[in-house]
Structure formats: structure tokens, C-alpha cells
């Protein structure tokens, strides 16, 4: 199940409008998607509240940058709109749980300067370093008369961070969000520039939404080929008495199997409210039951079963 979170120290850079608009999107393509608003302000809870039921459904989720819930079953996606000022452990909790996080940066030299420190910390995170947790940037408010897409392009190339596109400041984007809409929810021809700037973004996005099997996807994994044993096969084994018995191969106990943590739907984002819950060792081990043989000088006799037959 792809996690997808919209990060940025700076507040007002357009998180909930892209985390928003990712939903929607998802929702459009007939995913089970999941609006999670980790912002104070939930902001995000409250645009879901003027959506219609009519449009493609987002389910809500309300959480705090203390506790997350357990994604419900059916959900297929996750979005998180994050807050600003976010660092230190709670970045790393979303990072450790995030596929993917898109940043929103206006060009201002206060957003460059707060989005290259929070990448600065991003890339100290072993998943974001290793590419586990991918990094991209998108321009939010960008006046297309000026050189703003271009100059953050380069600022993004210096830091090594994909830079996805621009979306212009235009009131489309606000009208559209107070009535619980997204550009994605209105006629093409009436947002047909807009739509123009969301494509390559979507581009990068797809492969991160919509990947060939879900990292945290149990409905995904595809198990190894069960090994088929011959039925009714005698397996010899001695008892404590040196006397041969038999048991049929298969007949195992379920108890003596290795014990697996099963992955659930939303596993790793569960673990973010419940810890890592405490295992008990296994009680029960097979271990192996020594005989001593019997000997000869014990009574004078060979033992029936180190007879040969015939």
C-alpha cells in the first residue's frame, strides 16, 4: 500500500492543497485512497467536509504527530498532509513509513532556505539516502510571467532533487478547494491549463502510486510454492525406548511450525500508534530426544533392532 507524504517545514507553502489534489487524483482512478491530515490545523479534514458524496470518495483520517491509527481494510492508498515545523523524530516517524515525499517549495528565498535545511535533515534518514523513500519538489504559486519555475528548477538540480513542475497561483485552485473540489473534480476544458502543469508531476507520481507490487502491500506478496510431499510417506523415528514407530509427513503439529508476523494492510503505519508489539519467545521447540543405544554388555544381548532381518 503506497504511503505518500507532503512535507515542508515552511507553513503556507501549499501542503494541503497538493496532498488534497493527490488524493483526488488517486480517488479519480478509482483507489481506495485515505486523506491523512497530521496538521494541527487539519486543514485537510476540513476540506474533506464540503466534499460532495457524489465525487470520487476520500476517506478522512484524523491523527496527531502523536498517534496514528491503523488503516482501515479496503484502503489501497494513504496521502499525509504533514504540518509545518515539522523535525527531529516525528520527520523520521513519517519518513520511516512514507514510500515517497513530495515538497512543496514557493520561490521565495524563505522557502529555499527552510526547504533545503528540512532536505538536509531528510537525506541524514537511511530510507531517503538510500532511495527507499524517494524525494521530489514541486513549485507552488508560480507566477508564470517571471523566472520563478526556472530559478527553483536549478536550486532543485544544485540539491539533487527531482523538480516535477510548477503550478501557478491562480484562483482556480481556491474557489475550487471551498467547495470541496480539486482541479481533477472540474470539467478538463475549464481547467485545461492547470491540468497541463499536474501531468509531468502525475508522471513521477504514477510508478510511487501505482508500483508493480506495494512494498507494504500483503495482498501483493506472492508466497513460495508450498513443497508437495509424497502421501501417506512412513518417516522411521525412535521412541525413548529405542523402539522404531513411524509418522506420516504432514501430520506436524501447527504448533511446531515457525511462527510468522503476518503483515496486515497498513502494517508499518500501525506500528506508529501500538510500538512494535512485545513477542513472546516461542514456548514450544522441537528438540531433538537422545537414545543411547543399548549395548551388548548391558545384558548380555543384542538389541532387536540392530538385528539384521533374514
Not at 263 to 276: D, N
Request: charged share 20%; hydrophobic share 40%.
Amino acid at each position: 500500500m503506497p504511503v505518500i507524504a507532503v512535507v515542508n517545514r515552511k507553513g503556507g507553502s501549499g501542503k494541503s492543497t497538493l496532498a488534497a489534489h493527490i488524493a483526488a487524483w488517486c480517488a479519480r482512478n478509482g483507489s481506495s485512497v485515505m486523506l491523512g491530515d497530521v496538521d494541527r490545523q487539519q486543514s485537510a479534514r476540513a476540506w474533506l467536509k464540503r466534499r460532495e458524496p457524489s465525487l470520487p470518495a476520500i476517506a478522512p483520517w484524523a491523527v496527531d504527530q502523536k498517534n496514528m491509527l491503523r488503516v482501515p481494510t479496503g484502503i489501497t492508498h494513504v496521502v499525509l498532509d504533514t504540518p509545518g515545523g515539522m523535525h527531529g523524530f516525528e520527520l523520521a516517524r513519517v519518513v520511516m513509513f512514507a514510500d515517497c515525499i513530495v515538497m512543496p517549495v514557493c520561490n521565495s528565498m524563505f522557502d529555499r532556505e527552510s526547504a533545503e535545511a528540512c532536505h538536509a535533515e531528510l537525506m541524514t534518514m537511511p530510507r531517503v539516502a538510500s532511495g527507499r523513500c524517494r524525494l521530489a519538489v514541486v513549485g507552488m504559486r508560480i507566477d508564470g510571467r517571471t523566472n520563478a519555475a526556472q530559478t527553483l528548477d536549478e536550486w532543485s538540480e544544485k540539491l539533487g532533487v527531482p523538480f516535477l513542475g510548477a503550478l501557478r497561483e491562480t484562483q482556480l485552485y481556491v474557489r475550487s478547494l471551498e467547495r470541496g473540489l480539486t482541479i481533477f473534480d472540474l470539467q478538463p476544458q475549464l481547467a485545461q491549463a492547470d491540468l497541463a502543469q499536474w501531468a509531468p508531476i502525475l508522471q513521477w507520481l504514477k510508478p510511487q502510486l501505482y508500483p508493480p507490487q506495494a512494498a507494504n502491500d500483503s495482498a501483493n506478496l506472492t508466497k513460495p510454492a508450498a513443497r508437495t510431499l509424497p502421501p501417506k510417506a512412513a518417516v522411521p523415528m525412535h521412541n525413548t525406548a529405542g523402539e522404531v514407530v513411524s509418522r506420516q509427513r504432514g501430520s506436524l503439529s501447527n504448533s511446531l511450525m515457525p511462527a510468522q508476523e503476518s503483515m496486515v494492510q497498513g502494517g508499518r503505519l500501525s506500528t506508529l500508534i501500538a510500538g512494535r508489539a512485545a513477542t513472546a519467545p516461542l514456548q514450544a521447540t522441537i528438540q531433538p530426544t537422545l537414545v543411547r543405544p543399548t549395548r551388548a554388555t548391558d545384558n548380555g544381548t543384542i538389541p532387536q533392532f540392530l538385528k539384521r532381518s533374514g
